[in-house]
């Protein structure tokens, strides 16, 4: 099946939907675990599987540095690679080779960086970044863009032309969404009439979903809740919205709340080998003396593998001792936990006692959050 | 059930059998991977289950020094603390006092040394050794031993004379073999007199089972081989018999046909970790360039989750790029090809064509090794 999206039902500006896919459909809205280097750290796929994960994301900048997106291609694309028979979306590297590369200059023709794997040089350009997405063959392919600082206006002003120049050349190199679907990203910072320019221009194109990307990048979260305020109601409401990095548990509440679909975010496994629990009071730091001798799991009433048969004090001293499955357990649950929340806010559109449930998430995480 | 062993079926000197204990029945011959820290490195017990792993050994040196065997009897034993409900063995910590720390200092009562973690002196004494394996819980326990350089005469008439010693004191700090079965470990080096001599000692005492112990700590597969030959001879036919540290493939083989029952091995999880993985071909060094584009899974024929999901490209691709993957998918590989290895032997015992098979192994095997 060629890719499509369905609004099943909303409440408020919320949408519980469907995103079909050559490789399965994803209950929407829903979080994506991030597998950068073409594995969600330390979680196998079929344990991935056993968590209803739906949709995973792998990163163009570290696939094409490391093994390469031809070696991945000419092996039979990203799906066979790293044996995940479900649906993938890939970044565009458009965020990497700022965020991770030390050196790197930008023209409007593209950017020139250096890896930072062994300093070689590198350009990525809106063509190169589809090619290298066609090589890896993921379900949702993204338009080259730039990610400003979003609270710098000349520097956003910039970029919002400059993604839209290149999401043109991103859709003539890839004009047909059948196979992967290419989406748009709406830039404009903190900026209401540049986010609204943005999205605008890209509808103009046609793409069949839009990112909202260039937020969770160090602005607050009143800027980030007040952006998708006025946002969303300027994307289509017949395409899926994608907000790009976010994954803190409230910020997904709020912006499913406000009408976004898709998220996905390194945090869940990237917290965990460093020893934090990811739970309904807020994240718990297992590291921790207090919980040396503690029978309890990470989360009470959680159903993740790591729950239903580890405690805490074991869990410690995997991590005390720098045990592998330290890592491994904590990214079990915290995937879960992200996963089970996002499936919870859908069932709850589904229901119609969305805000009932969000109100009561949002009170219980906020108030432990306040007092760790 | 309370421990028991019965000798099924016998080709040569080989056997078939199995150990019965109140977590479940230990076909043998068995090879146990090692969980030192109460984890088998980078496997969860559920993968040790669908590996049909039978018995795993844990190491009490370092589980006294962290967590702490007072914690994991107070948290209701080492089974429900790693979550593993099937049989465990633990070692005495003789072995570790030595090998792991840069000072100890050993007399008649026991052993004084520092721990490799922070420093801190610790003692242990045949009823310490007995104490914290007791506080552990594991099926099978063993005497504290002292571990020689096998082929030191003179050090090892000492460690002998000292290891029949602290056996009568371990006998007579756990004289019930219900719950946990205490082993006697018969010590020796490389010498016939010796080997003799500590067997008859410890027959004396009367264990439900001996290990062999001293061996695979650096001595020439030949002089293993031959003292494996004159010391299963000496040990009753009705008990286990257990080879301690031993797991490369072709010892496995060798010493099952001499009779031996129970083997343990940190390599497999050990080698994984450096990219290794263990074929019927010999070891291959998945970081070589010669994988990187290799379809191929790691072993042919192979049935472990890694090979029928996995490329040779894939996990090169990961070890290249450190991600924990490559370690769990070349641990669950190599703990299934020895547990696998081993249960072929045993079902060549009971087909009754043992030396057919060990010979067709041990050419292959070998040649490869010769070759690589």
Redesign the interface.
């Known amino acids: 099946m060629s890719f499509s999206f369905e609004v099943i039902k909303t409440q408020g500006r919320a949408r519980a939907g469907v995103i079909h896919t050559s490789h399965g459909d994803i209950p929407t809205p829903v979080f994506a675990p991030v597998g950068t280097?073409?594995?969600v750290?330390?979680?196998?796929?079929?344990t991935l599987r056993e968590l209803d994960a739906s949709l995973i994301l792998a990163n163009t900048y570290?696939l094409h540095l490391?093994?390469g997106d031809d070696?991945i291609r000419?092996?039979?694309g990203l799906h066979r690679?790293?044996?995940w028979p479900g649906p993938i979306l890939t970044d565009s590297g458009g965020f990497q080779v700022f965020s991770l590369t030390q050196i790197n200059k930008i023209d409007e023709d593209g950017v020139t960086f250096r890896s930072h794997i062994d300093g070689s040089k590198h350009r990525f350009t809106p063509e190169v970044s589809i090619k290298i997405q066609q090589n890896l063959g993921a379900d949702i392919i993204m338009c080259f863009d730039q990610c400003p600082t979003p609270t710098d206006r000349g520097a956003v002003e910039a970029a919002v032309t400059r993604t839209s120049n290149w999401a043109i050349r991103c859709r003539e190199a890839h004009p047909c969404d059948d196979q992967q679907a290419l989406f748009g990203i709406v830039q404009g910072g903190i900026y209401e009439d540049l986010r609204a320019q943005s999205a605008a221009f890209l509808q103009g194109i046609d793409f069949p979903g839009y990112a909202i990307g260039g937020l969770a990048v160090g602005e607050s979260k009143a800027d980030m809740y007040k952006t998708l305020d006025f946002t969303l109601p300027v994307l289509p409401v017949d395409k899926p919205r994608y907000l790009m990095g976010v994954g803190e548990a409230d910020d997904l509440a709020e912006a499913i709340m406000r009408g976004v679909d898709v998220f996905d975010c390194v945090m869940p496994t990237r917290v965990a080998r460093h020893g934090a629990a990811l739970t309904l009071d807020g994240r718990i730091n297992m590291r921790n003396l207090e919980h040396?001798?503690d029978?309890n799991p990470l989360d009470a009433g959680c159903t993740c593998?790591s729950c239903q048969?580890?405690?805490r004090?074991?869990i410690?001293?995997?991590m005390?001792?720098k045990?592998?499955?330290g890592?491994?357990?904590l990214s079990i649950h915290n995937v879960h936990f992200l996963i089970q929340h996002v499936q919870s806010m859908r069932a709850a559109i589904l229901n119609g006692d969305l805000e009932d449930y969000t109100r009561a998430f949002l009170q219980r995480y906020l108030q432990a959050a306040a007092s760790n």
């Open positions: 280097q073409a594995t750290k330390a979680v196998t796929p079929q570290h490391r093994p070696l000419d092996l039979g690679f790293m044996a040396a001798r029978e593998y048969n580890f405690s004090a074991y410690r001293h995997l005390k001792a045990e592998i499955l890592c491994m357990l």
